[in-house]
């Protein structure tokens, strides 16, 4: 099975702004993986942020983006908030199959 | 507004049985990918399942192969995941996540004598 690597960790200054990038064992991430991002605050459920690549959902703030950069995938943050501390998973399908990231965990300080 | 509820989980002693259900409201469940995540206390998410819109094919990790089935009840908009052989390492809180992008909140299942 396939393995999707994220930064285990990054930092951010409050207005600032940070890239979390998805990658993939088997090669370069296309849209075809339909890379999806999540949020996933302490006893929280995790929601999604972005899905199939760029898509976002009603609820993401206008403050994240997701993109294909450098052969992964990747999600922006412009303008970092406190509440913004959290972390972060992606996803990837495989003909099917699915896979996570390990997760990055975002703080902002 | 979407919804999806799971429910079934419970404590339970190895190699026992469980099955999970998740109802899903708001969107129309038939046309989507439905999946079972997974996530170990303390750990990160772990996708363990999924169907495809009429149920003709699903998918699993390697972990859960020939001990966990997925299925799903469109009329109901239901999904479910029926464990079986279940094992100390199984413990976890168990999502349902949509094609979509929408989740539940979880139910938790720990196996342990």
């Known amino acids: 099975q396939a393995v999707v690597t994220q930064e285990p960790s990054l930092t951010v200054s409050p207005g600032g702004t940070v890239t979390l990038t998805c990658g993939s064992s088997t090669g370069a991430v296309t849209s075809g993986h339909y890379p999806y991002w999540f949020q996933q605050k302490p006893g929280q459920a995790p929601r999604t942020l972005v899905y199939h690549t760029s898509n976002k959902h009603s609820w993401t703030p206008a403050r994240f983006s997701g993109s294909l950069l450098g052969g992964k995938a990747a999600l922006t943050l412009s303008g970092a908030q406190p509440e913004d501390e959290a972390e972060y998973y992606c996803l990837l399908v495989y003909s099917g199959t699915v896979v996570f990231g390990g997760g990055t965990k975002l703080t902002v300080l | 507004e979407v919804q999806l509820v799971e429910s079934g989980g419970a404590l339970v002693q190895p190699g026992g049985y469980l099955r999970l259900s998740c109802a899903a409201s708001?969107?129309?469940?038939?046309?989507?990918?439905m999946n079972w995540v997974r996530q170990a206390p303390g750990k990160g998410l772990e996708w363990v399942a999924n169907?495809?819109?009429?149920?003709?094919?699903?998918f699993y990790v390697d972990s859960v192969k020939g001990r966990f089935t997925i299925f799903r009840d469109n009329p109901k908009n239901s999904v479910y995941l029926e464990m079986t052989s279940l094992r100390p390492d199984d413990t976890a809180v168990y999502y349902c996540?949509?094609?979509?992008?929408?989740w539940g909140q979880g139910t938790p299942v720990t196996v342990s004598s």
């Open positions: 996540f949509s094609g979509g992008g929408y």
């Open positions: 169907i495809n819109p009429d149920g003709s094919a699903s």
């Open positions: 708001g969107f129309i469940f038939s046309t989507d990918w």
